[in-house]
């Protein structure tokens, strides 16, 4: 007869694989987010359950691994001639599962009692992380707090993977409960089931629903109706490239107009929305739109490129002030990997100043990839930024677009600043200074967004 122990087993194998397969990406980012309160507890469960036996504990990290890259990973999509992603993914994720298994694994046994594993395995689960963020990829799926759809604000006092280190918590307390129930005596069930119970509530609580913080206080703050264009353009290099000087600028320029109609006095153009160097080989199209900027008085911020030695390309944003002077331009300074073309700089001014009503607004734009790091938003926050812009041209991450708009809310947050997110396929975003998501476009679509923020 097949003991009750190795029913659990099997069933919290079955259990993590199938959480965190279907959670990731597709469900995830259109609103099942706080099954991440409960989608490790199996996982866990089974390496307390197996804690005198290594072999099994590193073989379940083992197919976590697997899972999780196919589950996580499978909307990568590479072009002829790149790395592939999803190797990279799988490398990594088994560098992630094994390890975490294998340490928690060993804590459990130095720790028969239990109590100091509910703060070590998350710390553990933190320093990974840590050290995958290294990996381009690394930033973007472990970082569960983006992915509990409550606690955006949350993030403006402990940062997110303070929350990442909340929910990984809440997951171990679950799976603590279920392994006193299985393993321990009536004796000593009790009390731990009170303190593990408590945690358990406190955490849900905390975690899942904390109180809105999301609404602004208005005194000396600058109301301004800012906008975010969604050209989706055909993401062929050649296509677009082929028609800058026509169909791209015409549409990026009607798609304005209907923001101007509704008021904008900032609008963002998205990464890429002028496929060439407008600076050196198209200053014609640069002066074409330095002069729509003074004749409708509105601030442009473009993403556009830089050409390099070897047919490299800077990745760059220009700015353009209400009177329709070029006020200069900020490079990526991270640029994603699989952007093989793209090139990195260091030499960069950072933060630009728009004029409104005798005000001067300071912006400072990231790219891409870079959204997923805290210290660049942090880094610019001290030098007295008051509105965050983010441009992406996330097609190519099929589903990963959805996952890759979870941060910009976060950053937001992070350093009570509003961000205007512009992607041209989507998802495109604007996010008050609380992290609250005001309005947001569906993905592959053209359209415009449109909004009121306080700086």
Known sequence: MIKKETIIKVFSNFLSLLFLTILLPTLLWRGVYSLWGIALVPFFLNIFLNHKKTKKVLLHG????????????????????????????????????????????????????????????????????????????????????????????????????????????????????????????????????????????????????????????????????????????????????????????????NLTDYAINYGAKIVVWPEYAMPADLINDKPHLLETIQEYAKKNEVNLIIGSLLYRKNQKHLNIVIYINSNGTFLGHSGSIFPGFFNTGAVSTKNNQTVFQFDYKGNKIKVSSLICYEEFFPKYFSERRTDGVDLFVVIANNRRFGFGAGLAAQFSKHRAAENNVPLIRASNTGISQIINSKGKILIQSDNNIKTILVQSVLI
């Open 62 to 253: 083992t197919i976590m691994s697997v899972f999780f890259a196919i589950g996580g990973y499978w909307w990568v999509y590479t072009q002829d001639g790149e790395i592939s992603l999803f190797f990279l993914a799988l490398i990594m994720s088994l560098f992630f599962w094994i390890t975490l298994s294998y340490l928690s694994y060993t804590l459990t046994n130095k720790h028969k009692n239990n109590y100091f594993l509910i703060i070590s395995i998350p710390f553990v689960f933190i320093l990974l992380q840590y050290f995958v963020s290294f990996i381009q990829l690394g930033g973007f799926i472990f970082e569960i707090g983006s992915f509990v759809k409550e606690t955006g604000t949350l993030s403006m006092f402990i940062g997110l993977r303070g929350i990442t280190f909340l929910v990984v918590a809440l997951n171990v307390v679950f799976a603590l409960l279920l392994y006193t129930f299985f393993s321990e005596t009536n004796k000593t069930k009790k009390n731990r089931h009170l303190l593990l119970y408590s945690l358990m509530v406190f955490l849900i609580l905390l975690v899942l629903f904390i109180p809105s913080l999301e609404e602004e206080k208005t005194d000396n703050k600058i109301n301004i109706t800012v906008a975010a264009i969604q050209p989706n353009f055909d993401q062929s290099w050649e296509w677009r490239t082929n028609n800058v000087e026509k169909a791209i600028v015409e549409r990026n320029l």
